[in-house]
C-alpha cells in the first residue's frame, strides 16, 4: 500500500494493514487525523506469475452542512410525512449531503 507514492507503514492507529486467505486479499483501513490523510491510496499486487495488479482508491474528505435551523411541516400521509427545509431550497438533487434523525 502507497499514499501519494510513499510506502504506508503499518502503526495500529492512523494506518492498519491486515492481510487474508494466505495473502489473497489485503485490506487498508486508515484512521485520518488530518487533512494529510486524505489523498490517493494504491495498493500493488504481484506473485511471480504474470503481470502487477494495481489498483486506486481516493479518500475524501466531505463536510456535511449544518442542521437546518428551521423544518415545516407540509403534509402527512399514512407511510411517512412531508417536510419543507427553506435552507435548503434551490439547491438540486444530490448536490448537498442532509442527515434527518
Not at 501519494?4 to 507503514?9: F, L, P, S, Y
Not at 487474508?20 to 499486487?45: H, I, M, W
Request: glycine letters at 8%; proline letters at 7%; one cysteine or more.
Amino acid at each position: 500500500w502507497t499514499k501519494d507514492g510513499a510506502t504506508i507503514v503499518h502503526d495500529g492507529s492512523k494506518f492498519s494493514i491486515t492481510t487474508a486467505n494466505n495473502g489473497d486479499q489485503s485490506t487498508l483501513k486508515v484512521v485520518p487525523n488530518s487533512e494529510s490523510d486524505f489523498g490517493d491510496y494504491r495498493c500493488v499486487a504481484s506473485n511471480g506469475e504474470g503481470s502487477p495488479v494495481d489498483e486506486a482508491i481516493t479518500l475524501l474528505h466531505v463536510t456535511l452542512p449544518p442542521s437546518p435551523s428551521q423544518m415545516d411541516f407540509v403534509g402527512q400521509h399514512p407511510n411517512y410525512a412531508v417536510i419543507r427545509l427553506p435552507e435548503l431550497e434551490g439547491l438540486e438533487a444530490g448536490s448537498a449531503a442532509l442527515k434527518l434523525t
